[in-house]
């Protein structure tokens, strides 16, 4: 009786350490699970700022190009509601460029910035003997010894699993950074190439008319760009977060004054003529 209580004491002995065994290992994946958590959110961070810097960018480009129209018309126009609309729209647009650029991706700053103005322990061991292997005591301390090996090679294999995934975590960041930050590059120099054509478009136009006809054609442009302005605001507040996010919804409520300045000032030209 007392052998069969030892052999019996022994096998939960063991069945106890395996249990021990498989959770710790199951802590360890939890803990791995964690810190890849955790890895996400810096990248995701890291992302929201980078998407910032982007719309940053574009929007000077638009911004720009208001300024340069509006120059244009403050030269040129004989109007001075038009002129004084003008001078506005350059106070105006150079503010929101300047908060902007606190955003905006330092590298692109000079070029933007004169545009438009100027082992297996599981393994049975064959050295045991026939009457052990058929002992039930020892059959059950067989399978719980299995078990307790089984769990510390979990536990192994969850570190070097936990290693490779921060390893991975690691180098996806560096690549989907790189990759990210090429791509817009790419995208804005694309953009910068329509705002450039958009705005010589604008001035040929503009170039070609006089008096009356040059002030209704440059409101009417207005009206249309600060349309534009206040939509292409609207989405990108739904984009952003935090001090950015207010800069933009401060910038689409400058833009929305624009937009009925530019209405009413449309009427009153009609009504002049």
Do not use: W
């Not at 991706?105 to 103005?117: Q, V, Y």
């Not at 979990?154 to 975590?169: F, H, I, K, L, V």
């Amino acid at each position: 009786m007392r052998i069969n209580g030892l052999r019996l004491l022994t096998a939960a002995l063991i069945c106890l350490e395996g249990m021990v065994v498989i959770a710790a290992a199951q802590q360890t994946t939890t803990k791995a699970t964690e810190r890849t958590d955790r890895a996400t959110d810096r990248t995701e961070s890291r992302d929201s700022k980078s998407d910032e810097r982007h719309m940053a960018d574009c929007l000077i480009l638009g911004n720009q190009n208001e300024i340069a129209a509006a120059q244009l018309a403050e030269s040129k126009s004989k109007n001075d509601k038009v002129r004084e609309f003008a001078k506005r729209m350059q106070q105006d647009h150079r503010q929101f460029v300047s908060d902007l650029a606190k955003y905006a991706d330092k590298k692109f700053e000079t070029r933007l910035a004169g545009r438009g103005e100027g082992s297996d322990s599981s393994r049975p061991n064959d050295s045991r003997t026939e009457t052990n292997r058929n002992d039930p005591a020892q059959s059950a301390a067989r399978d719980s010894s299995g078990k307790a090996a089984a769990g510390r090679d979990t536990t192994t294999q969850n570190r070097d699993t936990s290693a490779q995934n921060r390893n991975t975590t690691g180098q996806n960041r560096d690549t989907s950074a790189r990759s990210t930050a090429g791509s817009d590059d790419h995208h804005l120099q694309i953009k910068q190439e329509i705002a450039d054509e958009c705005l010589a478009a604008a001035k040929r136009e503009l170039s070609a008319k006089d008096g009356n006809d040059f002030d209704a054609c440059y409101v009417d442009m207005q009206i249309g760009a600060h349309q534009h302005m206040v939509a292409e605001l609207k989405v990108l507040e739904r984009h952003s977060s935090g001090d950015f996010q207010n800069l933009l919804r401060k910038g689409r409520s400058t833009a929305e004054q624009h937009l009925e300045h530019a209405k009413q000032l449309k009427k009153e030209l009609s009504t002049a003529k």
